[in-house]
């Protein structure tokens, strides 16, 4: 995923927050993969797991959404 992002010729300020941001991505992927597989299994609590990875997956697509519309004209 990092690879694909671009990060490998970026400056390494520009280089950590991509990687940042694309672990957040892959941890709310992750949450919310547990938390189907946990509901489908009955145990530990899928939804518990499903709404940290809603939540996480909601902030950092709005995140993102921000630099595209406001951040990359200035």
């Known amino acids: ?5 671009g990060t490998g010729t970026a400056d390494p300020a ?3 927050s991509a990687t940042v941001v694309a672990a ?8 919310i993969f547990l938390g189907g597989l946990f ?3 009955q145990v530990l609590g899928g939804l518990y797991w499903l709404v940290p ?8 697509g709005l ?3 921000w630099v595209a519309l406001i951040e990359i004209l200035r």
């Open 1 to 5: 995923m990092l690879r694909l992002r």
């Open 14 to 16: 520009h280089r950590v």
């Open 24 to 31: 957040l991505g892959a941890g709310a992927a992750g949450l």
């Open 39 to 41: 509901c489908a299994l």
């Open 53 to 60: 990875g809603v939540i996480l997956g909601f902030s950092v």
């Open 63 to 65: 995140v993102n959404a």
